[in-house]
């Protein structure tokens, strides 16, 4: 229960933290939190002017890490991402001149209008926690968290993420549009300048690591393990899609499971928690396949059709010893 308290405070102090800036958002921030968590990484999608950015950057104040943003644009190099070495006149050897991707909460804002070769330098430092540059690994410092944004809707001058680039997000996110009232909240909160100016650190980088620990505690029984396999397997069968959900997707959906139990103050993992996390975690997973994009199938669909047509696993009896 100790345990159990460490992850409901953590998670209630950054929520609340976070909105004063992104209002009307709270599961979508709750999300966010739960990436964080388990220590994976998020894709936050959505139409340009909905906070996508913004929620990054409070999360990152809300938290006691090293933050560093990175503009992608069409021109970088993979080395403006992870650093490059230098030669030192005055010692004759080469130092090392690390890039913004070392940093603890890394922001990659609009990470589609980056070439591949340059998207492809956060691949081994999302999987790994290390980069290599001129033959050298250096490890990342934990924890580690790259918050990455994307416009789905413009077109010029963006590139389509490669599929491992994509399966190595543990989730992704949208906001959407607030509702009138939450946008009329958000007009009078910027009436004399913005709020994530206000807001600041509530949670250091310890009690996040112990929460980490404690998530990893949570349990989840076979049943459970088996129900996501389950449902990985639905999406390798589907008629319409071309590529499924690879492994690294049900250990996706297993690690969030967890942490999305704690914040609902259960010590366990029931099928409930997975539904509510299978969108999120699998569907941009999901590549469709070219037959299925001409009817306009989307991935969320299918999602949905293989939520409902997997059955929920039903309780077993265990003999008592």
């Known amino acids: 229960m100790e345990n159990l308290s460490a992850i409901t405070a953590l998670a209630e102090r950054v929520v609340n933290n976070v909105e004063h800036v992104i209002i009307g958002k709270r599961r979508e921030v709750e999300m966010t939190l739960i990436a964080l968590l388990c220590e994976g990484h998020l894709l936050i999608e959505d139409v340009p002017g909905v906070g996508k950015t913004m929620l990054a950057r409070a999360i990152a104040k809300s938290v006691g890490c090293s933050f560093r943003r990175i503009q992608f644009t069409p021109d970088m190099l993979p080395s403006d ?22 940093a603890q909460i890394v922001l990659a804002d609009e990470i589609n209008r980056a070439t591949p070769k340059t998207q492809s330098a956060l691949l081994e430092a999302m999987e790994e926690r290390q980069i290599t540059v001129d033959g050298v690994t250096y490890l990342m410092e934990q924890p580690f968290l790259v918050l990455a944004t994307q416009n789905p809707i413009e077109y010029e001058g963006t590139f389509p993420l490669p599929e491992a680039q994509i399966d190595r997000f543990m989730m992704r996110v949208s906001l959407g549009y607030p509702s009138e009232a939450d946008e009329m909240r958000i007009l009078e909160s910027q009436r004399e300048h913005h709020p994530v100016q206000d807001i600041g650190q509530v949670v250091t980088a310890e009690e996040l690591l112990v929460a980490q620990a404690a998530v990893r505690r949570i349990y989840a029984d076979d049943l459970i393990k088996e129900y996501i396999v389950a449902l990985a397997s639905a999406t390798r069968r589907h008629p319409d899609i071309y590529l499924g959900v690879s492994p690294r997707g049900s250990l996706a959906l297993f690690k969030t499971s967890r942490a999305y139990a704690a914040l609902q103050e259960r010590t366990y993992v029931i099928p409930d928690d997975i539904k509510a996390l299978l969108e999120s975690t699998f569907a941009h997973r999901l590549i469709i396949s070219p037959s299925a994009r001409i009817k306009n199938v989307e991935a969320t669909v299918v999602v949905e059709q293989i939520a409902a047509s997997v059955p929920v696993p039903g309780t077993r009896v265990r003999a008592i010893r």
């Open 81 to 102: 991402v992870t650093g490059v070495s230098v030669f030192n006149q005055k010692t004759r050897e080469f130092e090392f001149r690390p890039g913004p991707v070392m």
